[in-house]
């Protein structure tokens, strides 16, 4: 995915992080296609579709951090029983 440009071909717009999009190729290249254009005439002519993907964050996984919370301990009280 690192090859292709990351707009569509189309429209030249860039997809929403979570957008689905389309991979068309010809003879010359792949080509990005978002959801939207997908029916115009002008993406069929780009060629056949290759394949589905969804758009990613450029951060990755390092933009979302899961915080496991401490488990909290019950307070230890004195026996009530005294001899």
């Known amino acids: 995915m ?6 569509c071909a189309v429209c030249a717009r860039t997809p929403l992080v979570g957008e ?18 997908l029916a115009k005439p002008s993406a069929a002519a780009l060629g056949e579709q290759l394949r589905r993907g969804r758009m ?5 996984a390092a933009n979302v951090q ?3 919370p401490k488990p ?9 029983f005294s001899r």
Do not use: M, N
């Not at 689905?20 to 254009?37: M, N, P, Q, Y």
């Open 56 to 60: 990613k964050s450029a951060a990755g």
């Open 72 to 80: 909290v301990k019950a307070p230890v009280r004195a026996s009530s």
């Open 20 to 37: 689905g999009f389309t991979v068309v190729g010809g003879r010359r290249r792949e080509e990005l296609v978002c959801d939207l254009c």
């Open 2 to 7: 690192e090859d292709l440009e990351q707009h």
């Open 66 to 68: 899961r915080i496991y």
